[in-house]
Nanobody, 121 residues
Framework: QVQLVESGGGLVQAGGSLRLSCAVS????????MGWFRQAPEKEREFVAC????????FYADSLKGRFTISRDNAKNTVYLQMNSLKPEDTAVYYC??????????????WGQGTQVTVSS
């Protein structure tokens, strides 16, 4: 069974940075495209970024380009989301997802439990 476990969330001041990690177990990570989504209170789940199995292709939500960077380390079975210049509106639960590539959450068949990111003003 595939397991995705996020970590790295927390409380940060506006303008600060955080790096989220998602460790994957239970399948061959190297062939697994990955994505990040987020969900703020009372809002729908929103696409953040995704990365191909090789890491050679990435795709971002337009509103987050330039501030967020997705990457992966296939030797560590881990995908990362580096978040810079954080804003209060980035406050959300961040989820990693596996098995798809694109902005629709229905493309992904495995999800982590989420990690809370709170940005204070």
């Amino acid at each position: 069974q595939v397991q995705l476990v996020e970590s790295g969330g927390g409380l940060v001041q506006a303008g600060g940075s955080l790096r989220l990690s998602c460790a994957v177990s239970g399948r061959t990570f190297r062939s697994y495209a990955m994505g990040w989504f987020r969900q703020a209170p009372e809002k729908e789940r929103e696409f953040v970024a995704c990365i191909s199995w090789s890491g050679g292709s990435t795709f971002y939500a337009d509103s987050l380009k330039g501030r967020f960077t997705i990457s992966r380390d296939n030797a560590k079975n881990t995908v990362y989301l580096q978040m810079n210049s954080l804003k209060p509106e980035d406050t959300a639960v961040y989820y990693c997802a596996g098995g798809g590539y694109g902005s629709r959450h229905s493309l992904y068949n495995n999800w982590g439990q989420g990690t809370q990111v709170t940005v204070s003003s």
